[in-house]
């Protein structure tokens, strides 16, 4: 069964940083783009960041370039994201996906991706 699990959120103050974490098994997804997804209260879901297989190309939503590092360790089956001078509008659920063989869509398109975690709380006080 492939399960994606995401950790490192808490509660940080404006300025502070993070770095989540996403472990995935059940598979390996060394040749499948993943990414990370966030969710404020009473918003629909919202792209993050995302990296393909290889590394070789990796995407930013706006409101993140500069600040967040996306980042994943194949040989670990593990995706992160770097999170610094974080800002109260950074607040969300934080999703990790990752996508199937032969995927198509935007990599910045979250019917992209076939799996998904729970989520992991981040709240950012100013």
């Known amino acids: 069964q492939v399960q994606l699990v995401e950790s490192g959120g808490e509660l940080v103050q404006a300025g502070g940083s993070l770095r989540l974490s996403c472990a995935a098994s059940g598979r390996t997804f060394s040749t499948n783009a993943m990414g990370w997804f966030r969710q404020a209260p009473g918003k629909g879901r919202e792209f993050v960041a995302a990296i393909t297989g290889s590394s070789t190309r990796i995407y930013y939503a706006d409101s993140v370039k500069g600040r967040f590092t996306i980042s994943r360790d194949n040989a670990k089956n593990t995706m992160s994201l770097q999170m610094n001078n974080l800002k109260p509008e950074d607040t969300a659920v934080y999703y990790c996906?990752?996508?199937?063989?032969?995927?198509?869509?935007?990599?910045?398109?979250?019917?992209?991706?076939?799996?998904w975690g729970q989520g992991t709380q981040v709240t950012v006080s100013s």
């Open positions: 996906a990752a996508d199937k063989d032969y995927s198509i869509g935007a990599y910045t398109n979250a019917l992209r991706y076939s799996y």
